[in-house]
Nanobody, 127 residues
Framework: QVQLVESGGGSGQAGGSLTLSCVAS????????MGWFRQTPGKEREFVCA????????YYADSVKGRFSISGDNAKKTVYLQMNSLKPEDTAVYYC????????????????????WGQGTQVIVSS
């Protein structure tokens, strides 16, 4: 099993920046990609971004392209989410996710692509 622990959530101002981190432990050799999702009350969990360890290919939701950046250190089993130009609509609980599935060409961008989840960290952006 894989355990994921997020950190770095908190409050920020619109236009500002926040950085989230996620560290994986356990059976990390079976992780082929890691990602971030977010969820607000009454809504489904939404894909934010992901990174494939092989080739470090990244994927982003249209809503965060150009503002958010995902990076990772496979040796440290850590993934980062740099959030810039924050907007109030970025307010959500952010979840780290790890995928045990190897995709050759398929994109990692859905909840079903991931098998392990962190507890979540709250991000609040005020206007």
């Amino acid at each position: 099993q894989v355990q994921l622990v997020e950190s770095g959530g908190g409050s920020g101002q619109a236009g500002g920046s926040l950085t989230l981190s996620c560290v994986a432990s356990g059976r990390t050799s079976r992780i082929y990609a890691m990602g971030w999702f977010r969820q607000t009350p009454g809504k489904e969990r939404e894909f934010v971004c992901a990174i494939r360890w092989s080739g470090l290919t990244t994927y982003y939701a249209d809503s965060v392209k150009g503002r958010f950046s995902i990076s990772g250190d496979n040796a440290k089993k850590t993934v980062y989410l740099q959030m810039n130009s924050l907007k109030p609509e970025d307010t959500a609980v952010y979840y780290c996710a790890a995928s045990p599935y190897f995709y050759n060409l398929r994109t990692y961008n859905a909840s079903a692509d991931f098998g392990s989840w962190g507890q979540g960290t709250q991000v609040i952006v005020s206007s």
